[in-house]
């Protein structure tokens, strides 16, 4: 039984409403245009749907448990509008400005953040360096009263909408490969422009650019955290937003089970329902075995984490499985649709290309199973059966 109290479940039932009015009836046109518009981020925060979490003397309801998001995240991929990123505004980049900035700054920032205002993005990935964060080229070095950035990032989610965007870069590259600075590079800054919108095989209105920094002027006011400890900050965030990305896979893949569930026992084969095949149902019940042993180690990672116990050894487990195990149900579920799994008419068709990038967003399939298993061979590695 799901842990969920009484609030969170009338915040669902007014969640689902306003994705049902604001939000999917517009993806159509998002995908058209590759870029949803930026109201919809102003709307949510209107209602006070796009950042749960902050305090409230910035807006919020200061109320941090991930519950919250767990449910903003199913009901997005419910209604069909992962597109719209909100979560990654909302709780994989606002909590570097919560955790790591100062008072000023969070009161600068997060108001505009909350109310949908200012659109957030991160800025890590690189040409040459996309997990090993020890490969990044982009500089920031202290200049006075200043810092100055140089460098570029690409692959960047919110890249064009983005209002701030946290932007780490080696702040000792010639000593020490691992001194990481972040800052805030802010709309309009000189010297930073923005790449082209890239066209992607998924995802089609969720906006993903390229970013260039040539001589930026970086206050020392828009730093975060101590100068050098990047590097520990980003460390510190990705066994959330690796629950983040499991959390998503997941709910994508129970709607990919239910629409071909629905499919298959409309659609007929030499006279009778496709469900009644033996193969379909072996098939059918081995996912949703699958699918539901995964939500229940989700629920329970999600009560780890809200109790500060997450590790990044449990995160990685849950995005390796979870997005292996959307991308079975996926290809199946276009198996199943036989012809129309191959239209785009069919919402099956779209879950199929969208979710290509999860075995790769976040830390690859290979990355998570390194992690898992450096894990496996240390000395402090403990049989579950011991």
Wanted: aromatic fraction near 10%; include cysteine.
């Amino acid at each position: 039984m799901r842990n969920f109290t009484e609030e969170q479940n009338m915040f669902r039932g007014a969640y689902r409403k306003f994705l049902e009015t604001e939000i999917a009836p517009n993806i159509e046109k998002w995908r058209e245009q590759n870029i949803v518009d930026r109201e919809a981020f102003e709307k949510a925060g209107e209602q006070g749907f796009l950042m749960i979490w902050p305090d409230e003397q910035y807006g919020g309801l200061g109320d941090r448990d991930f519950r919250y998001e767990q449910i903003i995240i199913e009901e997005t991929n419910r209604a069909g509008a992962c597109e719209w990123y909100a979560t990654l505004h909302s709780r994989l980049v606002g909590p570097y400005i919560d955790n790591f900035g100062n008072d000023e700054q969070k009161q600068r920032w997060l108001p505009d953040c909350v109310s949908g205002k200012k659109i957030l993005a991160i800025a890590m990935t690189e040409a040459d360096a996309g997990s090993n964060l020890a490969g990044m080229r982009s500089t920031i070095k202290e200049e006075g009263d200043h810092y100055v950035l140089n460098g570029s990032k690409t692959y960047i989610s919110n890249g064009i909408n983005a209002d701030l965007v946290v932007v780490a870069a080696k702040s000792d590259p010639d000593n020490n490969p691992h001194a990481l600075t972040l800052c805030v590079v802010e709309r309009g800054m000189e010297g930073f422009e923005r790449g082209r919108n890239l066209d992607k095989m998924g995802l089609k209105a969720q906006d993903t650019a390229e970013l260039f920094f040539n001589n930026v002027i970086i206050p020392k006011e828009n730093i975060l955290g101590e100068p050098g400890h990047g590097f520990f900050y980003l460390m510190q965030g990705l066994a959330e937003e690796r629950l983040l990305a499991a959390t998503s896979y997941i709910a994508n893949a129970r709607r990919a089970f239910n629409l071909t569930r629905d499919f298959v026992m409309e659609r007929k084969v030499f006279g009778k329902p496709l469900s009644d095949m033996q193969n379909t149902q072996f098939r059918m019940a081995e996912m949703d075995a699958e699918i539901e042993v995964l939500e229940i180690f989700v629920d329970a990672l999600v009560a780890r984490h809200n109790e500060g116990k997450l590790t990044s050894n449990m995160a990685a487990k849950a995005k390796l499985q979870t997005s292996e195990i959307e991308w079975k149900m996926l290809d199946l579920g276009v198996q199943l649709h036989g012809g129309a799994g191959y239209m785009k008419e069919y919402p099956i068709c779209g879950m199929f290309t969208d979710a290509r990038v999860n075995r790769i967003y976040a830390g690859s399939s290979e990355i998570m199973k390194l992690i898992i298993s450096r894990d496996i061979f240390s000395e402090n590695y403990t049989s579950k059966l011991d």
